[in-house]
């Protein structure tokens, strides 16, 4: 036998029984036979109100005790690993439903009731089995044992061999609901079970006074199911509260007996040639519950057609008319068959009972988490299949957004992040203002923590934020409300870039994350021409230097302002934003790679790189051997440029290797490429032999250094850019 809570066998070697039979074990009824280690038979009588274990009862070590509760253990680690086959489950249950004077003990009888994992489906004969336990009666269980029995059936709702035999059995089952134990499971397998064809008068009446009695959220949850089949509600306005959002019994159990299922090739898959867009699919995830199998599952004699039953195109066009939306189905708006349910919008009334679901749904969790109790598990999965609702519509819906705004505030910051800050992602345009008051403070104060990882996936956030509104900008007819957004957010935004690289430690993340960002605007910018906030200044020349021995950043850097540039030539001169600063970028950047003059502030719209004058001499005395400062970051000199310059001279003198007697020894100037060529080297001018690198860089990724220089310095790259200038409006000449 495995050990205990490994996989189990792919290949079990023998059912259970042959495993009871090597252990001496076999369950009949209220004993079970069995041989010790010496090989005595013994007989353990398992009812706990008898002679025999009221006797051994007063044995502090009982031996039989110990013995019984050694092959429940044997049991429930076997069913665990490999499953019940059907027999051995009937044996068990008809154990566990044994009359009150024959029952196991309470303990060993819930370890094996959670321990009931069949290894294939369900039959009918087991849930009716189950089913007649219930009630009240001296012949039947005890009240705990019929909860828990009544969960099991929860529990393999998906596995039964058919699910029709609860529909059958719906009046058994709807008339034990005066029964307070049982009532919330068996509302839980009613919402399941309903259909049109169940929904009767004397049973709304029924419900009517169960509900004046007891106002539950199991009740109002069934209830709502009830509406949805009646044109008029006839509950009125009587029946209001928050209503229970069902989820999975035991989300532990489910995943395991899924991998018992796929050990033993009982589970249905859709081929990769059978998914398709217009088919329910059904996955193996937490939420598989919520799907059945929809064979025979039309309402006999009713045109209606249940969603789920649409097995492609063809059939959906066939029955738009006649589509309903069963209950099952509504948590599943992932689903992409319901997407395009609701994108044809024959059934406006489908959605808005989506709709209300997610609210009642989100109600709960709220109401839960402001009594300081723990949200359910089902949140996660209910999130998940509204991100990929969200993600195929582009709207978060209503209910979604009305949660956030409280959510935010319950929230750790950590616990599925990725899905919060994505739905958050598509929050509907609205004044700045509001979003900032509503989304997006609480989210800073949850989120961040400190630290840079916090700091980097905020920023990530807004950078997703703006590409999702520059999709908007670019509408046929864009909401007059997200120009006004997007320059707001771009301040907002460009305050927090600062913040990152200003705080913590310059790594590839937090670079990463900052070059994504003004790339995200520079997108918008050539894309959607609208004012929008300038890049701080502190922010490029911390990334100029910062990302000194970064090639990739650099380039991102460089080609970004081009980009930058090159959109705000384009735009009215009114609407250009602070051309002065932008230029000053671009000056102070030429300066350094191109021209040799780094924090030289003389220049028209140079800045010196915010350097203070007095500082330069200061930082000349330190290294007084070394170049001028104002060299040091040029093509030749520039950390992350200087291999990648000389490797460029060294291609040229490999092509001119017949030619030349000696190479340059690096780093290259101008004064020393002169002397190369007295000396009978490459003979190159310094002007040349920038484009050269320029172009060797450009050929191999590095493209950024040379769109920025040759949209800014006159007649560089071939004449790309024109002579425009260091900035917009301005001239810098070759230098």
Same mark, same amino acid.
């Given at each position: 036998?495995?050990?205990?809570?490994?996989?189990?066998?792919r290949?079990?070697?023998g059912?259970?029984?042959?495993?009871?039979?090597?252990?001496?074990?076999?369950?009949?009824?209220?004993? /079970?036979?069995?041989?010790?280690?010496?090989?005595?038979?013994?007989?353990?009588?398992?009812?706990?109100?008898?002679?025999?274990?009221?006797?051994?009862?007063?044995?502090?070590q009982?031996?039989?005790?110990l013995?019984?509760?050694?092959?429940?253990?044997?049991?429930?680690?076997?069913?665990?690993?490999?499953?019940?086959?059907?027999?051995?489950?009937?044996?068990?249950?008809?154990?566990?439903?044994?009359?009150?004077?024959?029952?196991?003990?309470?303990?060993?009888?819930?370890?094996?009731?959670?321990?009931?994992?069949?290894?294939?489906?369900?039959?009918?004969?087991?849930?009716?089995?189950?089913?007649?336990?219930?009630?009240?009666?001296?012949?039947?269980?005890?009240?705990?044992?019929?909860?828990?029995?009544?969960?099991?059936?929860?529990?393999?709702?998906?596995?039964?061999?058919?699910?029709? /035999?609860?529909?059958?059995?719906?009046?058994?089952?709807?008339?034990?609901?005066?029964?307070?134990?049982?009532?919330p499971?068996?509302?839980?397998?009613?919402?399941?079970?309903?259909?049109r064809?169940?929904?009767?008068?004397?049973?709304?009446?029924?419900?009517?006074?169960?509900?004046?009695?007891?106002?539950e959220?199991?009740?109002?949850?069934?209830?709502?199911?009830?509406?949805?089949?009646c044109?008029?509600?006839?509950?009125?306005?009587?029946?209001?509260?928050?209503?229970?959002?069902?989820?999975? =019994?035991?989300?532990?159990?489910?995943?395991?007996?899924?991998?018992?299922h796929?050990?033993?090739?009982?589970?249905?898959?859709?081929?990769?040639?059978?998914?398709?867009?217009?088919?329910?699919?059904?996955?193996?995830?937490?939420?598989?519950?919520?799907?059945?199998?929809?064979?025979?599952?039309?309402?006999?004699?009713?045109?209606?057609?249940?969603?789920?039953?649409?097995?492609?195109?063809?059939?959906?066009i %066939?029955?738009?008319?006649?589509? %309903?939306?069963?209950?099952?189905?509504?948590?599943?708006?992932?689903?992409?068959?319901?997407?395009?349910y609701?994108?044809?919008?024959?059934?406006?009334?489908?959605?808005?009972?989506?709709?209300?679901?997610?609210?009642?749904?989100?109600?709960?969790?709220?109401?839960?988490?402001?009594?300081?109790?723990?949200?359910?598990?089902?949140?996660?999965?209910?999130?998940?299949?509204l991100?990929?609702?969200?993600?195929?519509?582009?709207?978060?819906?209503?209910?979604?957004?009305?949660?956030?705004?409280?959510?935010?505030?319950h929230?750790?910051?950590?616990?599925?992040?990725?899905?919060?800050?994505?739905?958050?992602?598509y929050?509907?345009i609205?004044?700045?203002?509001?979003?900032?008051?509503?989304?997006?403070k =609480?989210?800073?104060?949850?989120?961040?923590?400190?630290?840079?990882?916090?700091?980097?996936?905020?920023? %990530?956030?807004?950078?997703?934020?703006?590409?999702?509104?520059?999709?908007?900008?670019?509408?046929?007819?864009?909401?007059?409300?997200?120009?006004?957004?997007?320059?707001?957010?771009?301040?907002?935004?460009?305050?927090?870039t600062?913040?990152?690289?200003?705080?913590?430690?310059?790594?590839?993340?937090?670079?990463?994350?900052?070059?994504?960002?003004?790339?995200?605007?520079?997108?918008?910018?050539?894309?959607?021409?609208?004012?929008?906030?300038? =890049?701080?200044?502190?922010?490029?020349?911390?990334?100029?230097?910062?990302?000194?021995?970064?090639?990739?950043?650099?380039?991102?850097?460089?080609?970004?302002?081009?980009?930058?540039?090159?959109?705000?030539?384009?735009?009215?001169?009114?609407?250009?934003?602070? /051309?002065?600063?932008?230029?000053?970028?671009l000056?102070?950047?030429?300066?350094?790679?191109?021209?040799?003059?780094?924090?030289?502030?003389?220049?028209?719209?140079?800045?010196?790189?915010?350097?203070?004058?007095?500082?330069?001499?200061?930082?000349?005395?330190?290294?007084?051997?070394?170049?001028?400062?104002?060299?040091?970051?040029?093509?030749?000199?520039?950390?992350?440029?200087?291999?990648?310059?000389?490797?460029?001279?060294?291609?040229?003198?490999?092509?001119?290797?017949?030619?030349?007697?000696?190479?340059?020894?690096?780093p290259?100037?101008?004064?020393?490429?002169?002397?190369?060529?007295?000396?009978?080297?490459?003979?190159?001018?310094?002007?040349?032999?920038?484009?050269?690198?320029?172009?060797?860089?450009?050929?191999?990724?590095?493209?950024?250094?040379?769109?920025?220089m040759?949209?800014?310095?006159?007649?560089?790259?071939?004449?790309?850019?024109?002579?425009?200038g260091?900035?917009?409006?301005?001239?810098?000449?070759a230098?």
């Amino acid at each position: 036998m495995p050990t205990q809570r490994e996989h189990p066998d792919r290949n079990p070697t023998g059912s259970l029984e042959k495993r009871m039979a090597d252990l001496g074990l076999i369950v009949h009824g209220r004993r /079970i036979a069995c041989s010790n280690h010496a090989g005595q038979d013994l007989a353990v009588d398992l009812n706990p109100g008898s002679t025999a274990s009221k006797q051994a009862g007063s044995s502090k070590q009982d031996p039989l005790q110990l013995q019984t509760e050694l092959y429940v253990d044997t049991i429930c680690d076997y069913a665990h690993q490999n499953g019940l086959s059907a027999p051995t489950l009937r044996q068990l249950l008809d154990t566990v439903t044994l009359s009150t004077s024959f029952r196991l003990s309470r303990p060993n009888s819930i370890k094996i009731i959670k321990s009931l994992y069949p290894a294939s489906k369900v039959s009918s004969e087991l849930v009716c089995l189950v089913i007649s336990s219930l009630g009240p009666g001296k012949a039947k269980p005890a009240a705990w044992v019929q909860s828990s029995l009544l969960k099991w059936i929860l529990m393999v709702y998906h596995v039964l061999e058919d699910s029709s /035999i609860l529909s059958n059995l719906y009046s058994v089952i709807f008339n034990m609901l005066d029964m307070p134990n049982l009532r919330p499971n068996l509302c839980h397998l009613l919402t399941m079970v309903t259909k049109r064809k169940h929904v009767k008068l004397f049973r709304i009446q029924s419900l009517k006074e169960l509900f004046s009695k007891h106002r539950e959220p199991a009740l109002i949850a069934l209830i709502r199911v009830y509406e949805n089949y009646c044109a008029n509600s006839p509950f009125g306005e009587t029946v209001k509260g928050r209503a229970s959002a069902f989820a999975h =019994p035991d989300a532990a159990f489910y995943e395991r007996l899924q991998i018992i299922h796929q050990a033993n090739g009982s589970e249905t898959r859709l081929t990769g040639c059978e998914s398709s867009s217009f088919k329910v699919v059904r996955r193996d995830t937490k939420n598989s519950h919520i799907f059945r199998d929809t064979e025979n599952e039309r309402p006999k004699h009713e045109s209606t057609v249940f969603l789920e039953a649409i097995n492609g195109v063809d059939d959906l066009i %066939e029955n738009l008319e006649n589509i %309903e939306l069963s209950p099952r189905m509504i948590p599943a708006i992932d689903e992409p068959l319901l997407q395009r349910y609701f994108e044809l919008g024959s059934n406006k009334h489908a959605k808005t009972r989506t709709y209300q679901w997610l609210a009642s749904f989100f109600e709960d969790q709220l109401t839960k988490m402001e009594e300081k109790k723990a949200a359910s598990r089902a949140l996660v999965d209910v999130l998940r299949n509204l991100q990929g609702y969200t993600r195929y519509t582009k709207t978060l819906p209503d209910p979604a957004e009305s949660f956030f705004a409280r959510y935010l505030t319950h929230w750790n910051g950590k616990h599925n992040r990725d899905v919060v800050l994505d739905l958050l992602s598509y929050v509907s345009i609205r004044p700045w203002e509001d979003l900032h008051a509503s989304y997006f403070k =609480p989210l800073e104060s949850t989120l961040l923590d400190n630290t840079a990882e916090s700091t980097t996936a905020l920023l %990530e956030f807004y950078t997703t934020l703006l590409r999702r509104w520059t999709a908007r900008l670019l509408a046929p007819r864009p909401d007059p409300r997200t120009a006004p957004a997007v320059k707001a957010l771009t301040g907002h935004a460009s305050v927090l870039t600062l913040s990152l690289l200003c705080s913590y430690a310059a790594t590839a993340s937090t670079l990463a994350a900052t070059l994504s960002y003004y790339e995200a605007m520079s997108d918008l910018l050539a894309q959607a021409p609208v004012p929008m906030a300038t =890049p701080e200044p502190l922010t490029i020349y911390l990334m100029t230097f910062v990302a000194a021995s970064s090639v990739a950043t650099l380039s991102g850097l460089c080609g970004m302002l081009a980009r930058q540039k090159v959109a705000i030539e384009t735009m009215a001169a009114e609407a250009r934003p602070h /051309i002065t600063t932008f230029n000053g970028f671009l000056m102070d950047i030429c300066n350094l790679l191109w021209r040799s003059r780094a924090f030289n502030a003389t220049d028209t719209n140079a800045c010196g790189c915010l350097l203070p004058s007095p500082l330069l001499p200061l930082l000349e005395s330190h290294y007084p051997s070394a170049p001028p400062l104002s060299a040091r970051f040029s093509l030749s000199s520039h950390p992350a440029l200087a291999g990648l310059s000389i490797a460029a001279l060294r291609a040229l003198e490999d092509e001119r290797v017949d030619s030349i007697r000696i190479r340059h020894a690096g780093p290259v100037g101008q004064k020393s490429l002169a002397a190369l060529a007295d000396e009978g080297g490459v003979r190159l001018d310094w002007k040349e032999y920038r484009l050269r690198v320029l172009g060797w860089l450009a050929e191999r990724g590095v493209e950024g250094v040379g769109a920025l220089m040759g949209c800014t310095m006159k007649g560089l790259m071939g004449g790309k850019g024109e002579a425009n200038g260091n900035g917009v409006g301005g001239g810098a000449g070759a230098g």
